[in-house]
């Protein structure tokens, strides 16, 4: 097992520095960007207060830009050329925008590599997981985390956090010009900050909860339309219609309704939020006409005022909802850790196998306490055929999980060639042991493909010599476009035995000196069946082979078979000797042999 980062766990901050790497660049340059545009929308209203007071009127140049009138040719100069301000002005608007500009094409930028970064990590960092993890956490879960978890992390930065600093940026340097220019006023504007932050970070609190519950119920409406959908078949056989119909008005209009409420409580924030916003401009507009009659502030410091808090209330408004989307993101980023922070498996090198398969007293239990297998110890020589019989449950699959390390055995030990397995990397055990499940998964693509899976570079030829030794080149040649044929979702539909066939040929073309059947014959007839443990005995004959079934006929012809009960091994032995014994083998033997000729093939 390996970890990713060795010896420490990452916390929020880390796992967002981490993501971050590569992208960190571009979202600072983003960030230089807009603080550049900031500057700039506060270099306008001092200029048009420099404009009313010393140019239009007659008030003295403020000592903070007397230097830069004379060297541009002194106030008497601009009153006959008031084109220069014009100019100036213009240039502020058109820096304005090409700062814009580019702020918001870096921002998109680097989001598009923090989310690629984001991607790529999570993808294969999930590939490298063990399947334990993978088993402990729902598909729906890992795919929303992957999802809308890394959308909502991506968002954050790419609006959020930088807005936040654009935004401190702002109010600190528009609350620096208003005090400079006049501290009363200044503080009558800031003395209302602290209220309307306080609002929107409050009110979005309440309505995040609302979305987050609008976003759950429209879930549950997706999922009934999923179910429905799926089902149809189950649906139209049991006359189902009305009643699913039924279920997805009844929370169709639950979820609308939760709709309507949560809008009912935005258009009320909205409405107060701006009342309190004109209440504030307001006070400023009064207190600055007092001031201006009594003299202390002139008519181009209340305009430049007025610029200034405008540009101030917005951003303050905006503060509320950032402050309050900190924590979802947070929420965000710890699940997205829990992945970076699960261990990962090591793969280490392939390296060839050969020898006996030993179990020596192995236990195993999912859940503690709950033991799914006890006491398994049977040896498998080299090149010989184990034959595995069992009902449903009795722990089958699980045997061939451990002999595949997906699982560690809880008690005893697994030995290959003498080695425990536990001590063999993955990629030797599993590039040795070719295991074919009761499920071939198919993939969507062509037929073909789904067979090569697993080898690079798998000739035509050898693709068809797989599909042959697994009885299935028959049904592909049947095909319209026989390998090329396209299967899966959007192709051709392959029956249950079909599927299992394509599964055996993906595993047969890797041509391992293990192979083992879990169950991978049980939607195939018998004929069938039979034809494929033929092929095996001609074509592999060194390779060490474990059938598992609940079909005698499957197993009888193995050199040593072993009847597992309630994950224990029952008995053991050859079909003659296990027949002799008179035990659960020969019950089920019996009652498999004598039904009638065409039943013989289903399950038991
Ligand atoms: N991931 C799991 N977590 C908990 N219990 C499991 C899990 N997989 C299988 N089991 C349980 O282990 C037992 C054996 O399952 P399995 O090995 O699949 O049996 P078989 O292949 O013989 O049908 C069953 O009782 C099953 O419910
Ligand atoms: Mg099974």
Same mark, same amino acid.
């Given at each position: 097992m390996k970890e990713v980062f060795p010896g420490r766990k990452l916390s929020k901050r880390g796992t967002l520095f981490y993501l971050l790497r590569g992208s960190a660049g571009v979202f600072i340059a983003s960030i230089i960007a807009g603080a550049l545009v900031t500057v700039l929308s506060l270099l306008v209203p001092e200029i048009i207060n420099f404009t009313v007071d @010393?140019? &239009? $009127? %007659?008030e003295p140049v403020s000592d903070g830009y007397a230097g830069l009138v004379t060297a541009i040719g002194g106030v008497g100069y601009l009153k006959e050329n008031l084109w220069i301000i014009a100019v100036a002005l213009l240039g502020c608007a058109l820096l304005t925008a090409a700062f814009t500009y580019a702020r918001m094409f870096l921002t998109t930028y680097a989001n598009q590599i923090f989310m690629r970064r984001t991607r790529d990590t999570l993808f294969s960092h999930l590939q490298r997981l063990p399947l334990s993890w993978h088993v402990q956490h729902r598909t729906g879960d890992i795919i929303q985390r992957c999802t809308s978890d890394a959308d909502t992390i991506s968002n954050f930065v790419a609006n959020q956090l930088i807005s936040l600093f654009r935004i401190l940026l702002l109010m600190l340097f528009s609350l620096v010009f208003m005090f400079m220019k006049n501290a009363r006023l200044a503080a009558i504007a800031s003395a209302f900050i602290p209220f309307i932050v306080g609002y929107s970070f409050i009110f979005h609190l309440r309505v995040r909860k609302r979305f987050k519950k609008c976003d759950e119920e429209e879930g549950v409406l997706s999922t009934i339309a999923q179910e429905n959908f799926t089902g149809v078949r189950v649906v139209r056989a049991f006359g189902r219609e009305r009643y699913e119909r039924d279920r997805f008005e009844t929370q169709n209009t639950y979820y609308t309704g939760l709709w309507t409420k949560t809008m009912r409580l935005l258009a009320t924030f909205w409405t107060t939020a701006d009342c309190l916003a004109s209440v504030q401009g307001l006070s400023i507009v009064v207190a600055g006409t007092v001031f201006c009659v009594n003299g202390s502030l002139t008519t181009g410091e209340l305009i430049a005022f007025i610029f200034y808090n405008t540009m101030l209330v917005w951003p303050v408004r905006q503060l509320g909802r950032i402050i309050s989307n900190m924590s979802k993101a947070g929420v965000s980023l710890g699940r997205i850790g829990e992945i970076l922070n699960g261990t990962e498996e090591d793969y280490g090198e392939k390296q060839s196998l050969s020898g006996d398969i030993e179990f020596k007293g192995v236990g195993f239990e999912y859940?503690? $306490?709950? +033991?799914? #297998? @006890?006491?398994i110890s049977f040896t498998v020589p080299e090149g010989s055929v184990l034959g595995i019989l069992g009902g449903t449950g009795s722990g089958k699959s699980t045997l061939t999980y451990l002999l595949d390390g997906l699982y560690a055995p809880t008690k005893g030990e697994i030995y290959i060639g003498g080695k425990r397995i536990s001590e063999i990397s993955p990629a030797t055990l599993r590039s040795n042991i070719g295991l074919m499940l009761q499920d071939g998964h198919i993939y969507s693509g062509t037929i073909g493909e789904n067979i090569a &899976?697993?080898?690079? $570079? =798998?000739?035509e030829a050898d693709i068809k010599q797989a599909a042959k030794e697994a009885c299935i080149d028959g049904n592909i040649e049947g095909f =319209? %476009? $026989?390998?090329d044929t396209v299967v899966g979702e959007r192709g051709v539909t392959l029956s249950g035995g079909q599927k299992q066939r394509v599964g055996i040929a993906r595993t047969l &073309?890797?041509?391992? +000196?293990y192979l083992i059947?879990?169950?991978? #014959? @049980? =939607?195939?007839d018998s004929e069938t069946d039979a034809a494929i443990r033929a092929n095996l005995n001609e074509k592999f004959k060194g390779a060490t082979v474990i059938i598992i079934s609940h079909r005698i006929n499957t197993v009888m012809h193995a050199d040593n078979i072993i009847v597992l009960d309630g994950g224990k091994i029952a008995e053991s032995g050859t079909n003659a000797e296990l027949l002799e014994k008179g035990g659960i083998y020969k019950s089920i033997y019996d009652l498999q042999f004598q039904l009638p000729d065409e039943l013989k093939g289903g399950a038991v």
């Open positions: @010393s140019v &239009l $009127g %007659n859940e503690k $306490g709950k +033991p799914v #297998l @006890s006491d &899976l697993a080898v690079d $570079g =798998a000739t =319209a %476009n $026989g390998y &073309l890797r041509k391992t +000196p059947f879990d169950d991978s #014959l @049980s =939607a195939v």
